[in-house]
């Protein structure tokens, strides 16, 4: 992961494509498959073996680095024939290490001699062309259309058998997740990870643990968390002492709610009335309505767990719903507050002050703050979780959160 969509201020993935691991899943399903252990993009890749000269663009980093003792070893069979420039998924289960690669778009037909019923069906093309023109573009994702699943097709597959191990290495001060065959070759898996940690999760995954891991330190993000901190001092009362601080999220909220599964969620209680423009995002994925499918789907920033509606984490849905990410999450000693601008209000107080409390709840009733990675995605995205008295739970998809939370009590 990068910091390109986490700043100071704000957090947004919306560009972002569908999850590696929610992809995969609908690939890798033959007999005896057993279960995903995980799943990366990748798109550049760079050679390490004596003999073969590397093809990467001066500019390029890659998201994979191929290593061995000669030409035609066994890491360098496997990635030779892949196209560069296009993005390839990579999927480990407890048989293989499957490559897919993304299918090019169909080039298009030819105008000269073509049927009538080409020529209607072209035309179809140009106005749905020209009604997507208005609508905003999240890298490939449409406002107002569902996160689609890309095409793939096969390209190659490493056996288990083949596979000697996982272990987290390091090229100069760059820690990878690092896959070695039985000829002493093997892949360095970089995939946008820049942690020790995320590495470690890697390994974790692959070696079947639970996909879930607390404590997730995000050193990347340690100088934007710090930094968010401290400005979030400016959104409180004096003297009040900023635990953490969340960003604003761009993204919508799902809710477990009992049997209930709410992707989007609306808010069940009484909101106040806002100043809000056409909400223009993209829509999330149809696999968001699987378990657990909201971890890969780049528009869902918030999810939260409850047996009815009258917990506190459903409040906090409620708001954020409401306020589409906007209010920002901060925890100090003695409250957990959504603070957005004063101006954000139908009917601000005047005179008023430039931030307001939307919601606020006693720190009292936070059972346990954490930071923790989940799911079988790399690079995985640091979440930070709430757990309410209630038995509720909220989770935010916010590294600079994360980051802080990690280091509470430390």
């Given amino acids: 992961m990068t910091s390109s969509t986490v700043g100071v201020n704000t957090t947004d993935f919306l560009a972002d494509p569908l999850g590696p691991a929610t992809v995969a899943g609908a690939l890798v399903q033959q007999p005896g498959e057993g279960r995903l252990l995980w799943a990366a993009y990748t798109t550049a890749h760079d050679v390490d073996i004596p ?22 070893c066994l890491a360098h069979r496997y990635v030779r024939d892949s196209s560069p420039g296009r993005r390839r998924l990579w999927t ?45 573009r999240f890298g490939a994702n449409v406002e107002d259309e569902p996160v689609a699943l890309p095409t793939l097709e096969p390209l190659a597959e490493i056996p288990r058998s083949r596979i000697a191990g996982f272990e987290v290495a390091h090229r100069g001060d760059t820690p990878v997740l690092r896959l070695r065959l039985v000829d002493r070759s093997g892949i360095d898996f970089l995939v946008g990870m ?30 934007l968390a710090e930094k968010s901190r401290k400005l979030a001092e400016r959104l409180v009362r004096p003297g009040e002492q900023v635990l953490l601080a969340g960003t604003n999220n761009h993204g919508y909220v799902g809710v477990q709610l009992g049997r209930e599964l709410r992707v989007p969620h609306a808010p069940l209680g009484v909101m ?20 657990n499918g909201w971890l890969d789907d780049p528009t869902i920033a918030f999810w939260v767990q409850a047996d009815h509606a009258g917990r506190d984490a459903v409040a906090l849905a409620d708001m954020l719903a409401h306020t589409r990410g906007v209010a920002r999450l901060v925890l100090t ?78």
């Fill in 51 to 72: 003999g073969v000269t590397s093809t990467l663009a001066c500019d390029e980093t890659p998201d994979l680095i191929v290593w061995g003792p000669a030409r035609d």
């Fill in 92 to 136: 480990l289960t407890p048989q293989r290490l499957a490559l897919h690669t993304e299918v090019a778009a169909p080039l298009p037909e030819p105008s000269q001699g073509a049927s009538l019923l080409a020529k209607v069906a072209k035309l179809g093309r140009e106005l749905a062309e020209k009604v997507n023109e208005t609508r905003l």
């Fill in 194 to 223: 820049t942690d020790r940690d995320e590495c470690e999760y890697a390994v974790g995954l692959a070696n079947g643990e639970p996909s879930l891991r607390p404590g997730a330190r995000a050193e990347w993000v340690a100088k």
């Fill in 272 to 291: 106040p009335a806002l100043n809000l423009t056409k909400l223009r995002w993209p829509r999330p994925a149809p696999t968001s309505q699987n378990p």
């Fill in 333 to 410: 000693r003695a409250r957990l507050a959504l603070v957005a601008a004063t101006k954000l209000l139908a009917t601000p107080p005047d005179p008023g002050p430039p931030m307001t409390s939307v919601l606020e709840l006693p720190a009292t009733r936070i059972r346990a703050v954490a930071a923790e990675y989940a799911g079988h995605s790399l690079p995985p995205k640091p979440l930070l979780r709430l757990d309410f008295t209630d038995g509720s739970t909220l989770r935010l998809r916010d590294p600079i959160a994360a980051r802080q939370a990690a280091l509470i009590g430390r």
